[in-house]
C-alpha cells in the first residue's frame, strides 16, 4: 500500500511559478510511474504530467505544456511539479497519484493510489 502527501500549493499571483511535492512511503517508489491530477471547482478531474519510474519518459497535457515540469528524486521518494507562469485557469486541487508500472498515461483509472490532493490559487 503506498501513501502519498501532496505539499507546495497555496495562493499566487498570474505569472508566479510554485513547486508541488509529493512524497510517497509504503512502496518502493522506484517501481512506480507517477502522475499528477488537477481538479477545479465544479469540473472533472484532469490530467496534467507523467513521468515513468526512471524518470526518462514524462508527458504533459497540451494546457501545461511548457510551463510545467514533472520530475522525481527516486533517493527521496518525491515527485515533483514545477509550474511556471501561471495562470487564473490553473487554479485547482492537484494531485499525485502512482500506478505499479513502468509508465502509465493520462487516465486516472490508470492509477492506483492517490494523494489528499494540494489547492493551487492563481489570483489575475
Known amino acids: 500500500q503506498v501513501q502519498l502527501v501532496e505539499s507546495g500549493g497555496g495562493l499566487v499571483q498570474a505569472g508566479d511559478s510554485l513547486r508541488l511535492s509529493c512524497a510517497a512511503s509504503g512502496g518502493i517508489f522506484s517501481s512506480y510511474a507517477m502522475a499528477w491530477f488537477r481538479q477545479a471547482p465544479g469540473k472533472e478531474r484532469e490530467f496534467v504530467a507523467t513521468?515513468?519510474?526512471?524518470?526518462?519518459?514524462?508527458f504533459y497535457a497540451d494546457s501545461v505544456k511548457g510551463r510545467f515540469t514533472i520530475s522525481r528524486d527516486n533517493a527521496k521518494n518525491t515527485v515533483y511539479l514545477q509550474m511556471n507562469s501561471l495562470k487564473p485557469e490553473d487554479t485547482a486541487v492537484y494531485y499525485c497519484?502512482?500506478?505499479?508500472?513502468?509508465?502509465?498515461?493520462?487516465?486516472?483509472?490508470?492509477?492506483?493510489?492517490w494523494g489528499q490532493g494540494t489547492q493551487v490559487t492563481v489570483s489575475s
Open positions: 497519484a502512482a500506478a505499479p508500472r513502468y509508465y502509465s498515461g493520462s487516465y486516472d483509472s490508470e492509477y492506483d493510489y
Open positions: 513521468i515513468s519510474w526512471s524518470g526518462g519518459s514524462t
